[in-house]
């Protein structure tokens, strides 16, 4: 954690704003996003396309973490975003995003989703199946122009991370099959549909992977695919799932060091098959989000079992991060207001949800902490606040924005008002 900015007296700064002001001005639980970080991030990732000359796009995977202020930012730094909803296009064309230079992922796009993607201007719909096929093909009958569309198949590599975020195993429920011939009978659907224009193919091996070779192989298998069917495309996408870095311990190769190595190993296996070079995107999500992201909390009550633990307990919990109970995953904090200070104590960091699994860390080294202090989890910027839930009725919090020493609020915290504005009485007869 030596990346964090401190103060002359050790307390954290984000952005180059006092935490414990944000927590003041904006209340707890927060979320709290370094909007250079972001920035840097993705000028990074551009960067790797143009040192080894490769021609594509960053397309900011924003399941990740989106609001129409990180659309705004993407479309400032020249990424193009892709979405995997109704309610996330919906919010791209609410920012005043270039939809042209979005890409529409997912495994089950109904007729509904469809026709509004297309509605939107899509710039590209990433087919997933033979029933996204058939549906878009009646969305275009009667209009003007073709749809560009990009195959997803699975190229059988596994990832060796968490099992529930492992994507392109054979055994998956995304995109088309490749040994059983599906993906050849889907390029040529989509080939003779003269409605559509097949842009290329895609593959997304998993996420929060540390090392290229996976996304190498993904690459070639999509390059060797191209070959056997003498298909030359003009895109081929290779998704997302460059890994960071939550704890000390995470060794990741950075993330646009693992897109370099990607770029340069399929721009080698085109060249090989004689192939010209297509286009390549990537879809990164986590490594632009994560690392931005902090969440800001008020240290509350605690429980001391002799010789057993201390549990101390926060503000927020698994409603505003559900990642630690959801995949084990970890985390480290600092105390907002001695971020350096000698470790006082060894505590599990957990929330106020009525439930044991309701753990935000494990095992945490703090300085003495009081109720009242203000203590942030770091790097929670991707798939936090996007997979924030009311459990126990509790409200989303907030998000704020900060660069230059500016904050500002981008997505309003839920009140309890809010909480009960989609109820609705229910009416029993003669009763109430
Ligand atoms: N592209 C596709 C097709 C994807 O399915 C994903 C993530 C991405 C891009 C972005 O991957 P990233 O760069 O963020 O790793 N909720 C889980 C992660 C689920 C990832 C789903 N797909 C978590 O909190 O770890």
């Known amino acids: 954690s030596n990346h964090l900015q ?178 050849k009978r889907a390029y040529e659907i989509a080939e003779g549909d003269e409605s559509l224009h097949l842009l290329g193919l895609s593959a997304h091996i998993g996420s929060q992977i540390f090392e290229e070779d996976g996304f190498e192989l993904a690459g070639q298998k999509l390059v060797d695919l191209c070959a056997s069917w003498d298909y030359q495309p003009e895109v081929l996408d290779l998704g997302g799932g460059f890994g960071i870095a939550y704890t000390d311990a995470d060794k990741p190769r950075l993330p646009e060091d693992l897109v370099l190595a990607l770029l340069k190993s399929v721009q080698e296996q085109t060249a090989k098959k004689g192939m010209t070079q297509p286009d390549i995107w990537i879809e990164p999500g986590r490594s632009i989000a994560g690392p931005a992201g902090y969440s800001l909390y008020t240290v509350g009550s605690r429980k001391d079992i002799p010789g057993v633990r201390t549990y101390l307990a926060v503000d927020g919990g698994m409603g505003d991060n559900i990642r630690p109970a959801l995949y084990q995953a970890d985390y480290q904090a600092v105390l907002a207001n001695n971020v350096h200070g000698a470790p006082a104590e060894h505590v599990r960091l957990v929330g106020k949800y009525c439930e044991s699994g309701d753990v935000l860390i494990q095992d945490q080294e703090l300085p003495a902490t009081e109720p009242g202090d203000l203590v942030a989890v770091l790097n929670t910027g991707a798939y936090g606040y996007s997979m924030a839930s009311r459990y126990n009725r509790n409200p989303v919090p907030a998000v704020v924005f900060v660069e230059n020493g500016l904050s500002q609020l981008v997505v309003e915290g839920e009140s309890l008002a809010d909480l009960t504005s989609h109820d609705r009485a229910y009416q029993l007869p003669g009763k109430w």
Request: aromatic share 8%; net charge negative.
């Open 6 to 183: 401190v103060n002359d007296q050790d307390q954290l700064m984000i952005g180059g704003v006092l935490a414990t002001d944000l927590a003041k001005e904006y209340q707890t639980p927060l979320y709290v996003y370094d909007v250079l970080t972001m920035r840097e991030q993705m000028r990074a990732f551009k960067q790797a396309f143009e040192q080894s000359g490769q021609k594509g796009a960053v397309a900011y995977a924003s399941k990740a973490f989106a609001c129409q202020a990180m659309y705004q930012v993407v479309a400032e730094e020249g990424l193009h975003l892709d979405l995997v909803s109704a309610g996330e296009i919906y919010t791209a064309v609410a920012a005043g995003f270039p939809m042209a230079n979005v890409s529409y992922n997912g495994n089950n796009k109904s007729l509904a989703d469809l026709t509004f993607a297309v509605e939107s201007g899509v710039g590209t719909i990433i087919v997933d199946n033979f029933l996204e096929l058939d549906l878009l093909h009646r969305v275009m009958a009667g209009r003007e122009g073709q749809q560009n569309v990009i195959l997803r198949v699975v190229p059988g590599v596994s990832a060796h991370t968490h099992d529930y975020i492992q994507t392109g195993q054979v055994d998956s429920k995304f995109g088309f099959d490749l040994e059983s011939g599906q993906a």
